[in-house]
Nanobody, 125 residues
Framework: VQLLASGGGSVQAGDSLRLSCAKS??????MGWFRQAPGKEREFVAA????????DYADSVKGRFTISRDDAKNTLYLQMNSLKPRDTAIYYC?????????????????????WGQGTLVTVSS
């Protein structure tokens, strides 16, 4: 599985961006978005089950970000609205081999097996 993230950019606070993550192959995967700000650890942003029926969000983005997937296009999305300067980070998409979705086994970077290269989002005030 190869993942290619795109859609990052420089925006003003309050603006919106949509990130995309193109996935090679046609396997089903639970997938997620993480982000890493300078000097900080990589943190969970959002995840979606391989069925598309279940999603989860970090509290810091809940109500502003929406994760979705289009399996016909093998693409994962992250719609980001009402962006804030603290959303500034490199955003990474990730995929899991396991189809299990229980507890919170999608919130840690170590839960994932494949990673995209990251796309930079910069939000200025």
């Amino acid at each position: 599985v190869q993942l290619l993230a795109s859609g990052g950019g420089s925006v003003q606070a309050g603006d919106s961006l949509r990130l995309s993550c193109a996935k090679s192959g046609h396997t089903s995967n639970n997938m997620g978005w993480f982000r890493q700000a300078p000097g900080k650890e990589r943190e969970f942003v959002a995840a979606i089950a391989w069925t598309g029926s279940e999603t989860d969000y970090a509290d810091s983005v809940k109500g502003r970000f929406t994760i979705s997937r289009d399996d016909a296009k093998n693409t994962l999305y992250l719609q980001m609205n009402s962006l804030k300067p603290r959303d500034t980070a490199i955003y990474y998409c990730a995929a899991k081999i396991s189809l299990a979705w229980y507890g919170d086994n999608w919130r840690e970077p170590t839960d994932y097996d494949y990673w995209g290269q990251g796309t930079l989002v910069t939000v200025s005030s």
